[in-house]
């Protein structure tokens, strides 16, 4: 992170943090009714669908040489935005199964 430039790829790194932390609930949600699943396994899928990129990410970015400062980028967005979206997807997951 402490080497990557904070300005490349904005657009791109908004764009999978928007993905993976607010579409990925909606599908997951979508086949939840689809599958007629409730309760607790219910709960468990559409909670786990927006949890925030995984720092294992960056790192095989890194090692492979990759993207690697998109890839820190990314994991650090999504974390940061995690703390709202989580927030959120917890409580309509309370609410909703």
């Known amino acids: 992170m402490a080497s990557s430039k904070r300005q490349q790829h904005t657009s791109a790194v908004l764009l999978s943090s928007i993905v993976r932390l607010i579409i990925s609930p909606i ?20 909670i786990a669908s927006a949890i925030p990129t995984s720092r294992n990410s960056a790192a095989l970015a890194l090692e492979y040489g990759n993207e690697p400062g998109f890839a820190a980028q990314a994991v650090l967005v999504s974390m940061l935005l995690s703390s709202i979206t989580l927030t959120v997807v917890v409580n309509l997951a309370m609410v909703l199964f």
């Open 27 to 46: 599908c997951a949600y979508g086949l939840i009714m689809l599958l007629h699943l409730d309760g607790i396994t219910a709960q468990a899928l559409f």
